[in-house]
């Protein structure tokens, strides 16, 4: 330190530059890891891709994800498996499943040959 020199204000703004970093210090230790994080990045999930996407992003950006490849792939696959399920609920209701059906169709083809 300077103060064994003489120089007395010259200690007294370094103590005071001391305090200041420390406070600093206290400060950023008191604050949550996290809220940096969040700040930073807020992003969303695309509910049927599952791509990131910033929420400070603008509409047009938005709109050119959801006309994207991947977005639109996504889509048409989804849609297709809702209708693979919509036919598996209906083959239930009438109490056929792809076994019985598969049978039935046999039997047909070696009454064709007949």
């Known amino acids: 330190c300077v103060c064994p ?6 200690c007294a703004l370094f103590h005071q530059e001391i305090a200041t970093y420390k ?4 400060r950023i230790k008191a ?12 992003l969303r999930v695309c509910n049927v891709c599952g791509a990131m996407q910033s929420l400070a992003d603008s509409m047009s950006r938005f709109e050119s ?12 696959i989804r849609a297709y ?3 693979i399920r919509k036919r598996q ?10 076994d019985e ?3 039935a169709s046999e ?3 070696e009454r064709d040959r007949e």
Do not use: C
């Open 107 to 109: 039997g047909d083809r």
């Open 101 to 103: 059906a598969k049978r």
């Open 23 to 26: 406070d600093e210090i206290e």
């Open 31 to 42: 604050t949550p890891f996290d809220s940096y994080i969040r700040k930073e990045t807020q």
């Open 5 to 10: 020199q003489g120089r007395i204000s010259e």
């Open 89 to 98: 609920e209906e083959r239930k209701k009438d109490g056929v499943n792809g």
């Open 81 to 83: 498996l809702a209708e």
């Open 65 to 76: 994800h959801v006309t994207g490849k991947q977005h639109m792939g996504y889509e048409k």
